[in-house]
């Protein structure tokens, strides 16, 4: 009934900057908390930011200052401004958003994108 879908993620040098999108389609009523996830390989997934219906902002410590969330509440998307990457960044980056979906408050991710940092 929801979908989550990212776009944006792709191959970049150190240094360089990325704009990751997740639009949400289907049935949803509202969106509470949007929120972007990271996982490399070997590692946990971690949380990397997230923006709540209110506007409040959290970020990883690892990415302040360097990445920026915002939403579109009309349009159902979270984005993510990345910049200064680095090597570390690189990852599988996953949406995920907290929803009231037919009168059921539930929790749906996305599928992931792929960023690189690489020279």
């Known amino acids: 009934q929801v979908q989550l879908v990212e776009s944006g993620g792709g191959l970049v040098q150190p240094g360089g900057s990325l704009r990751l999108s997740c639009v949400a389609s289907?049935?949803?009523?509202?969106?509470?908390?949007m929120a972007w996830y990271r996982q490399a390989p070997g590692k946990q997934r971690e949380l990397v930011a997230s923006?709540?219906?209110?506007?409040?902002?959290n970020y990883a410590d690892s990415v302040k200052g360097r990445f920026t969330i915002a939403r579109d509440g009309a349009k159902n998307t979270v984005y993510l401004q990345m910049s200064s990457l680095k090597p570390e960044d690189a990852a599988v980056y996953l949406c995920?958003?907290?929803?009231?979906?037919?009168?059921?408050?539930?929790?749906?991710w996305g599928q992931g994108t792929q960023v690189t940092v690489s020279s």
């Open positions: 289907g049935s949803i009523y509202s969106i509470n908390n």
């Open positions: 995920h958003m907290d929803m009231y979906v037919l009168g059921i408050r539930r929790d749906y």
């Open positions: 923006i709540i219906s209110g506007g409040i902002r």
